[in-house]
């Protein structure tokens, strides 16, 4: 079958990989680029477990093909801590018990990412809504929830401190 | 038996007071990995060389296999092997299978002469990556000759002229009854008997991460290693062996965090047996990983799906004396656990309620489904959603307030022994009770339901008060057969500690995967309680069942209880050695000594003492400063068996003690039925659940409200749905399966109340079955108490739009006729 070079920049760091056109983006980020913490669940489309961020919108890495999102950028859930420091969003999740198996974790926290992004004042009924695109099947969403609402007030006290005021 | 010829109970305890680490919501120890994508799940496995495998599934519900050509598929490219049902069938021998006659129900990898559900494995392609197998797979040419579909278990138990099993010779693969106490006496004496008729259709699991294994069989030595996110259960490793024909001391499974299991992923042997299988015929690593709709279809883990004919009997105050329970359940194509379930649910039958006698008829059902197997709450929740709709009942029939009927009934003195035998060690109904009232502000609710209904509008309040039952013995299996073919196990579970040359202390778990619960949090916990340390420096790491003590693994929430007795063992074995080890180093006699702030010293002498690690260092490096009997190291074991079990009498009249740890818990969803549409909306939702004392409050609130969102799609929404008359599967993805978001489950006010078992470690009870054991009784009871005074009664789960609206209908229809 033939390969196609798809270039993507994951994380920061691009690279070229040859692919067929059938291969789907979640397959080439967890075998061609090492990159495991992308999961996934239903294989459908539904359930958001392999959400990844394309030029900073998520999208369902399970049912996009790589080659439809060749110079795209993407983000991962490896793409979040710095080094030894979770994310605000990780260390939320950590402390507020966001996850139980930890499987729908990946795509939730790129979900909250984005929607994070997109709104730094987001509501906590905002937040419910906005991740009702990813299932969870541990938690019942609440305590993901709450941390959600408060990496969102950290990250927004962060962003509004003076400079070199920052944690 | 009588109460005087009852084995005596496990000694009662005295629980600390003071605890430090116990009771704490500390960050999970599990989690840093699991943020970081680092979880190391085994779909993140690879090894060198690693082939994929697909199962090639049935497309009927019921056919023969009248010819099967895998030519082609052999040909296409990076195809390595195609099994078939017939080859598998001469390589492994059938699946363990715990239920009555396994040779007239034979359970095998794939099937070989017929196939007898949707989804059912019927060759497996070994190749290159899972994109090669699926393009063969796609090759084989098999030929069906179709056969009439089973689908509904009432008429399948009717039928003689089909079967899914010719060698059963019957499609009833199971039934008996079983009386508990004086069950005709409480009924001739009841002032009222209410009767119901109740449907509970199948949902399961359904873990996001779906089942598989990594195999690798050596040739050269002919051991076979297998990584699976199943349980490797130590104990009974030689199932999986005896199915792969091989020595049990050639086999190590080895535990991989699993993505979710709630019950799903419990001895999933097939798997690990297809991987296992294709790993010995192409002689490298092969990775099985289900797909979604292989695990849908064919997870073999679907839930309870029951039909209850019911009588109660009770007095005119409310007052409850027995119950005649009638159930058929329809297990599907095979019954791999026997009736076990039910068993569970004979643990709890009662419900929180002095009844008197028991009634207890279960007939196994075989249809064209993929058969069940675990789903949190393993049946029990089944009996609770059973019990708790026709205590509602009862109460509206004789105009008894439904808080009252409950109190009326509730147990007060404990232990107590339920007619079939098993006890509850504890329990406080009433606090619980009074707490959730509170918390769910039931009078303003009762309030608004009235305020509602004058401006037209259904409210419905679901209060129920429900059993969670944990720490189970195996005999809920076993006391099925009057000559079983085993002993009782004492479902054992080990834990090995060791203290390092630094005093650093590493946990051993065995067999005992991490599935979502939070196994290595709970023995940090509990070891840092025992050792004053901080549980976040204990290191836990799991051991393969090769050189594994005997483990059984999470099920029946019995893993918190289980490692904490496994941990106190260890730790008392090692702080014996250290002592001895402190008396000798300060020169003191062992009784002068105590433990203290994570040392030893002289009592009330705080200035003379050896930490652990000044102990720990001198027992690694320093042996020649010991008495000769003394060995270097500081590192013990304990397997701990099942704390509480007694036997049943030989007449099954009493079951003995087998769920001996009570939970309970009241729920109290609030919730607004859209006549029009068939819609139900949380309003709000209360929970308070006692699992005696508590290890990490905030980890039980996870299962609380976990289980409760499971139980909003076991009551509204989830349903394996098979065709009534060709028995295809019209749920096998997750657009039609329907789990709940995070806009359908409310955001639950939980409470918490604690009633120490007075047999654990700590008083700890299990509690990791949640919220599941509750919601679906408590949803229906809610949506029947918003529609009630319209006559609608919903006695089919889940009430999805569609039913409640036919129910409305029919009420509406009903009244029009009057």
């Known amino acids: 079958m033939d390969k196609y070079d798809v270039t993507l920049t994951v994380n920061g760091r691009t690279s070229t990989v040859s692919v067929e056109a059938r291969k789907l983006l979640v397959d080439v980020l967890r075998e061609d680029l090492g990159l495991p913490g992308t999961h996934i669940g239903c294989e459908h489309g539904v359930c958001g477990t392999c959400t990844v961020l394309r030029d900073g919108a998520s999208i369902r890495s399970c049912t996009t093909f790589a080659v439809q999102v060749d110079g795209s950028e993407i983000r991962t859930v490896e793409g979040l801590a710095d080094g030894a420091t979770l994310h605000p969003l990780q260390d939320e999740f950590w402390d507020k018990q966001g996850l139980q198996c930890g499987y729908c974790t990946p795509g939730m926290l790129m979900r909250a990412c984005e929607i994070i992004e997109q709104n730094p004042d987001v509501t906590p009924e905002q937040v419910r809504e906005g991740i009702a695109s990813n299932l969870c099947r541990c938690t019942g969403y609440q305590f993901i929830a709450e941390a959600v609402c408060s990496a969102a007030a950290r990250m927004k006290a962060d962003a509004d401190a003076p400079r070199g005021a920052r944690a | 038996m009588t109460t005087t010829d009852r084995p005596a109970a496990p000694p009662v305890r005295t629980h600390k007071q003071d605890r430090t680490w116990v009771g704490k919501s500390i960050r999970r120890v599990e989690d840093p990995k699991f943020l970081r994508g680092r979880g190391g799940y085994i779909g993140d496995m690879t090894v060198t060389g690693m082939l994929y495998a697909a199962v090639l599934r049935s497309p009927h519900a019921h056919a023969r296999i009248t010819g099967i050509d895998i030519a082609e598929a052999l040909a296409s490219p990076g195809v390595h092997d195609v099994i078939t049902g017939a080859r598998a069938a001469e390589l492994c021998d059938p699946l363990p299978d715990f239920g009555p006659d396994p040779t007239k129900h034979t359970w095998r990898c794939l099937a070989v002469d017929k196939v007898r559900y949707v989804g059912e494995g019927v060759a497996v392609v070994v190749a290159e990556s899972r994109y090669l197998a699926e393009d063969a797979l796609a090759l084989i040419d098999v030929e069906y000759e179709p056969l009439p579909a089973l689908v509904d278990p009432e008429r399948a138990l009717a039928d003689s002229a089909t079967l899914v099993h010719d060698a059963l010779g019957s499609n009833c693969a199971y039934e008996r009854t079983f009386d508990f106490g004086d069950v005709e006496k409480d009924f001739a004496e009841a002032d009222v008997i209410v009767t119901d008729r109740l449907r ?118 409310g007052t409850l004396r027995g119950i005649d329970i009638d159930t058929i359940e329809d297990y599907g194509a095979y019954i791999q656990f026997g009736v076990g379930h039910h068993g569970n649910a004979l643990a709890q039958v009662v419900g929180p309620y002095a009844m008197t006698s028991v009634r207890y008829r279960v007939r196994a059902a075989l249809t064209n489904k993929n058969q069940q197997g675990a789903y949190r709450g393993f049946g029990s929740e089944v009996n609770n959603w059973m019990l708790e709709q026709i205590v509602d009942k009862a109460a509206r029939e004789l105009g008894v307030d439904p808080v009252d009927i409950r109190r009326r009934n509730f147990i007060r003195e404990f232990p107590h022994f339920i007619p079939t035998g098993n006890v509850y060690d504890s329990g406080d109904y009433d606090g619980v009770l009074d707490k959730a009232l509170e918390l769910s502000n039931y009078k303003h609710w009762r309030a608004e339901q009235a305020k509602a209904r004058e401006e037209g509008r259904c409210i419905g309040i679901g209060l129920i008060t429900a059993q969670e039952r944990s720490v189970f013995s195996a005999t809920e299996f076993w006391f099925w057969f009057d000559e079983p073919a085993a002993p009782v196990t004492s479902m054992p579970e080990s834990v090995t500690l060791k203290v390092d040359a630094t005093g650093a202390i590493t946990a051993t778990l065995y067999s005992c995967a991490f599935w979502g619960n939070s196994p290595e949090t709970m023995v940090a916990q509990l070891v840092a309680e025992e050792f004053d340390c901080d549980p976040h420096d204990v290191s836990i790491v799991y051991q393969g069942s090769g050189n594994g003590l005997p483990a059984t693994g999470p099920g029946g929430s019995r893993t918190t209880v289980m490692l904490a007795g496994a941990v106190e063992g260890a730790t008392a074995k090692i702080k014996a050695k250290a002592l001895r080890a402190a008396a000798h180093l300060l020169e003191a006699d062992p009784d002068d000594l105590e433990w203290a702030d994570g040392g030893f010293q002289v009592k009330g002498v705080p200035e003379q003492r050896k930490t652990l690690a000044e102990i720990a260092v001198m027992l690694h490096l320093f042996k020649h400063s010991f008495p000769d009997d003394m060995e270097s190291g500081l590192e013990d074991s304990t397997v701990f068996d099942h704390p509480y079990t007694t036997m049943p009498s030989a007449d099954r009249k009493d079951l003995g003690v087998f769920y001996p740890f009570m939970g309970h818990a009241c729920h109290v969803p609030v919730v607004e039925v859209d006549v029009e549409t068939g819609a139900v909306s949380f309003l709000a939702y209360a929970a308070v659940h006692d699992c005696g004392t508590l290890v990490n409050p905030r980890s039980l609130a996870g299962h609380i409200v976990g289980g409760t969102a499971q139980g909003i799609g076991t009551a509204l929404f989830e349903e394996f749905v098979y065709d009534e008359e060709d028995g295809q599967l019209l749920t096998s993805s997750y657009l039609d399966y329907l789990i709940p978001t995070a806009m359908e489950v409310p955001e639950l006010a939980i409470g918490h109340h604690e009633t120490p078992s007075p047999y654990t470690l700590h008083g700890i009870k299990g509690g990791g079955e949640g919220g599941r054991m509750m919601a679906p009784a408590a949803i229906n009871v809610a949506v029947n108490d918003a529609l009630a005074h319209l006559g609608v009664r919903v006695t089919e789960l889940p009430i999805t739009p569609d039913r409640l609206r036919a129910a409305i209908r029919a009420a509406g229809a009903a009244r029009e006729a009057r």
């Not at chain 2, 195999?215 to 199943?230: I, K, M, P």
């Not at chain 2, 104990?235 to 024909?245: E, H």
Request: hydrophobic share 40%.
């Open chain 2, 200 to 317: 509970w259709r199948r949902s399961g699991g359904q873990p996001l991460e779906t089942v598989g294994a990594v195999a690798d069989f050596d040739h050269a030595t002919g051991r076979l290693t297998v990584h699976t996110n199943s349980l490797s259960f130590t104990s009974y490793l030689f199932m999986v062996a005896g199915t792969m024909k091989i020595a049990a001391n050639k086999l190590d499974v080895r535990p991989v965090p699993a993505g979710g299991s709630f019950g799903s992923k419990l001895f999933a042997t097939k798997p690990a047996v297809i991987a296992g299988m294709c790993s010995r015929e192409v002689g490298r690593p092969v990775q099985y990983l289900e797909d979604r709709v292989d695990n849908i279809s064919n997870c073999d883990h679907h839930g309870s799906d029951r039909v209850y004919d019911v009588r109660l009997a009770l007095m005119r105050d």
